[in-house]
């Protein structure tokens, strides 16, 4: 598989919806296999809260495989032999994209704390600037699940006429109250570990490891469900000389603790708070007042909306809002539940529906 | 589904109009009315082999049992429902007829006919009907609540439905004199176009 990581800076500038603006800034990008001459075998793919432009495969030996290896490569899912897969580091990120781990051109010095809020809608705008600088003027597909299930539905809305299909998956047009709850302990787990210095780490050599660590064991609870918990550890107890930290007794423990340990080493604070309002904030429907439909009437694409029937964050019943907005205002939108054997997790897994589903949909006229 | 009765189907949808079909199976006829009719179309189904031939002919399609989500549907204002060669599958076939009519101006119905002459035969030879389109011995079919053509036009009656139009098959699939003069009993297949009073 052809594979390009590509640092891209743009100088155009992008105004923010918090008002603020960002007068240059870079995107890490990912690509697989190649633009074709019309250049319309084109998909993006958005990623969710902690993944990156990292989405398939790996260049050396000591990479981890891309967050969605699993439905992009050759002949898989997303099929790069077919199709030319485009993949970004969210703006505010911390994989290479500008974020507060980058300078801020204007101060010369680590954006930190500094780095202003993001949206949803932000990162299509930018990621509108990365097709123009590729060249393509309408992507076949844009999907992801999750956070970048909501990107997906953003573009179609934002840009009706710059893309054929979207794949919405195990997503919601808004965060529910008990997302922005569940983003909050995490959040707050981080703002109360003594090295975060109010977001201002960076600068005293630090890093909020153990609210991160924290933040991210909560989030795995989230991203699994309890049957699959049960199904994974039971009751099961941990191996003593596999034990990552003395106080464990259940291997639930024991993975929540290497779990939110490694993320604490590769992700950053301020990124983390940034990604997770980013989630809290998006509501589709904010620009008409509340109404979905409104707003969907907009939509030209074809959409596929996936949910899972395990997924208790973005539960199957928030695809089916989105399916129903579809069809009272005449948008094409097909809507699937799947069998999920992951909780949340399961969009990024290529069970044997949901890879014939996504197949079926980019064949489909 | 037949041809003659896929020819019925389409005639009375109009052009463009908003169309929902349930029990959609691999969405030919959703495809045929979007290309011959420009309808806008979604299908209902879930058979997972049939969604997955919806979703490669481009046709929008809802996993779904009908059974228990006709009402989700209710805000979206149809022109047409198709419910064909299903309503006597489901649990309350009245009750799906009604909210049928809540979502949708008019509705196309069709149901195997158990007055039909054969399917007596049968029965007055101790039998359990088995016809072409009752082809199910009674332990695999899945029809929980079939009915005589004058069982159905009394329904619409009790419930107030109007009957727009109608039209019956005889057991090859055809239009036929005797169907349509004496339809209770040779009539194998009715197809209805009811509306709310």
Request: aromatic letters at 10%.
């Amino acid at each position: 598989m052809k594979t390009k990581t590509e640092l891209i800076k743009f100088n155009q500038g992008l105004d923010l919806e918090s008002g603020a603006r960002l007068n240059t800034f870079d995107l890490m990008v990912e690509t697989y296999g190649e633009l074709n001459k019309d250049k319309d075998n084109a998909i993006l793919v958005c990623h969710a809260f902690s993944g990156n432009h990292h989405a398939a495969g790996k260049s050396s030996d000591n990479e981890a495989l891309g967050w969605w290896d699993e439905v992009i490569g050759p002949g898989k899912a997303i099929d790069t032999d077919k199709f030319f897969v485009v993949c970004s580091n969210n703006l505010g990120g911390c994989s290479g994209s500008s974020g507060p781990l980058s300078i801020n051109p204007e101060t010369n010095e680590l954006y930190g704390k500094d780095f202003p809020l993001v949206s949803v809608t932000d990162w299509v705008n930018s990621q509108k600037l990365l097709s123009d600088y590729l060249g393509i003027s309408k992507w076949h597909m844009v999907a992801g699940g999750s956070l970048g299930g909501m990107q997906a539905l953003q573009w179609a809305i934002s840009y009706p006429k710059k893309l054929k299909k979207a794949g919405i998956f195990a997503t919601a047009t808004k965060s529910s109250t008990q997302n922005i709850a569940m983003n909050e302990v995490g959040r707050e787990a981080i703002r109360k570990d003594k090295n975060f210095m109010e977001g201002d780490y960076l600068n005293h050599n630090v890093k909020p490891k153990s609210g991160l660590k924290t933040a991210r064991m909560l989030g795995h609870i989230t991203y699994s469900s309890e049957d699959i918990m049960d199904q994974k550890f039971g009751r099961k107890f941990q191996d003593i000389k596999s034990k990552i930290e003395g106080t464990v007794d259940y291997e639930v423990e024991n993975y929540l603790q290497y779990k939110g340990e490694k993320f604490s080493d590769t992700f950053d604070a301020n990124s983390y708070i940034l990604m997770t309002k980013a989630m809290d904030g998006y509501d589709a429907s904010f620009s008409s007042n509340g109404s979905l439909e409104e707003v969907m009437k907009r939509i030209k694409a074809k959409l596929l909306v996936v949910g899972f029937d395990s997924d208790w964050l973005y539960p199957p019943k928030r695809s089916k809002e989105i399916q129903l907005a579809a069809m009272n205002v005449d948008v094409q939108c097909s809507c699937v539940i799947l069998k999920g054997e992951q909780g949340h997790d399961s969009f990024l897994f290529a069970s044997d529906r949901y890879v014939k589903i996504i197949k079926g949909f980019l064949d489909s006229k | 589904m037949n041809t003659s009765l896929i020819h019925i189907i389409k005639k009375w949808i109009p052009e463009k109009s908003k169309v929902i079909d349930f029990g959609c199976g691999d969405g030919s006829l959703l495809k045929d009315l979007i290309d011959e009719k420009k309808i806008r179309g979604y299908g209902v189904e879930i058979d997972h082999n049939k969604i997955q031939e919806c979703i490669l002919k481009g046709i929008s399609v809802i996993e779904k049992d009908i059974d228990e989500g006709i009402q989700d549907f209710e805000s979206c204002n149809f022109d047409v429902a198709v419910m064909a060669s299903s309503i006597q599958c489901l649990k309350e076939p009245h009750l799906a007829l009604r909210k049928m009519l809540k979502l949708s101006k008019q509705c196309i119905v069709t149901l195997p006919n158990l007055g039909f002459w054969k399917c007596r035969l049968d029965l007055a030879q101790g039998r359990m009907p088995v016809t072409p389109n009752l082809p199910s011995s009674w332990y695999e079919t899945k029809n929980l609540h079939l009915c005589t053509i004058k069982d159905f036009e009394t329904l619409c009656f009790e419930e107030g439905f109007v009957i727009n139009e109608k039209f019956f098959l005889n057991d090859k699939g055809a239009k036929s004199a005797m169907a349509s003069t004496f339809p209770n009993t040779f009539a194998s297949e009715g197809i209805y176009l009811i509306a709310k009073k």
